[in-house]
């Protein structure tokens, strides 16, 4: 399979897998859900089922009993192997390269872990949180803040990142906003540009369709279901756009009607919450082994610095109303 473009001008990935579980830039990697021919990016993710064993030689450093890493031919290189009674091993070899950029990531495991583990059991995560985790370090290293978030523009120049908690209303707004004639950009995961204040698309995800009523009903059974949903950019490609300035943030909640901006102290407080319920790299103990053992990889405080330069040098609104299909209302008449 070729690399699809995840986030035009930043990500791009490949798998020959269908889906990808948990891997929040795209689950479904298919190249109909791009919406920008260029196809040079800041960062490359591949992820695949292969052959870990004793691929990569001698490792220096043993951060556990299942968490073995080294620096071999300029890339950080990590090799996961734990056994679990009664299934046997599962097996991972994760590069992320080269040192001093990080653009380069990829993610081999064994059929097991893919099949098995769609989602965390005990202390082990899926495959897709791992390879979500390597890209969100490999994107701050390089200057690129992901955002739990989904991101809309009045014009083609100026956009407006929506966050909120789990289920407040971030797609529904986006979606609204299209069907009021604005552009699209992502409806899950955005990625914010500092230095350009850009907002990135990130058309490949479909949370829209995580929520219907028949996953409701099957749960966590639903992960090890066949399915093809459509994603963000295969649904609506015609009214997306690849990027945008970003004019303006807005926090959703539940509530009494009003709007009101926030200092960008409470702006930072909340902001960081929201996007560490969704990236969780700080939980994930590869990411961690490869932090401890290489500390000009450690993204805590420049993550902080970046998340602070957004809500100090952008307006951020705080929404409430009572219906999900009201906030881009409120959104409208401020913007």
């Not at 490792?59 to 950080?76: A, Q």
């Not at 992901?146 to 289920?167: C, E, Q, R, T, W």
């Not at 994930?284 to 290489?294: G, K, N, P, S």
């Amino acid at each position: 399979m070729n690399y699809v473009t995840i986030s035009p001008g930043v990500l791009r990935a490949k798998s020959d897998l269908g889906k990808i579980h948990y891997y929040s830039f795209g689950e479904f990697l298919r190249e109909n859900c791009e919406i920008h021919e260029e196809r040079d990016t800041i960062v490359s993710a591949r992820f695949g089922i292969g052959n870990t064993d004793d691929s990569t030689g001698n490792l220096r450093y043993k951060y556990s009993d299942s968490i073995l890493l080294d620096n071999l031919h300029d890339d950080i290189v990590v090799k996961l192997e734990k056994a679990i009674s009664p299934i046997g091993k599962i097996k991972a070899i994760l590069k992320i390269g080269p040192v001093n950029k990080l653009s380069d990531v990829s993610l081999i495991v064994n059929k097991r872990y893919y099949k098995i583990f769609k989602m965390k059991i005990e202390n082990v995560i899926p495959p897709g949180i791992l390879l979500k985790n390597a890209t969100y370090l490999s994107l701050v290293h390089n200057g690129f803040i992901p955002l739990h978030s989904a991101a809309f523009a009045k014009d083609k120049n100026n956009g407006y990142i929506v966050m909120a908690p789990p289920n407040v209303g971030k797609t529904t707004t986006v979606l609204e906003a299209m069907r009021n004639g604005f552009y699209g950009l992502s409806e899950d995961i955005s990625i914010a540009n500092l230095k350009q204040k850009t907002v990135h698309a990130v058309p490949c995800t479909a949370t829209q369709h995580h929520e219907t009523r028949i996953n409701k009903v099957l749960g966590p059974l639903s992960y090890f279901t066949a399915s093809r949903f459509k994603t963000f950019g295969e649904e609506y490609k015609e009214q997306l756009i690849p990027k945008a300035r970003i004019k303006g943030i807005f926090i959703l909640e539940h509530g009494n009607s009003t709007i009101q901006e926030l200092s960008p102290e409470e702006a930072f407080n909340r902001i960081i919450l929201l996007n560490r319920d969704e990236f969780r790299w700080h939980s994930d103990m590869v990411l961690t082994a490869i932090q401890y053992y290489f500390p000009e990889t450690r993204i805590g405080e420049l993550e902080e610095t970046m998340i602070h330069n957004l809500v100090t040098s952008i307006p951020v609104y705080l929404v409430k109303e009572k219906s999900p299909v009201k906030y881009f209302t409120s959104i409208g008449d401020a913007i």
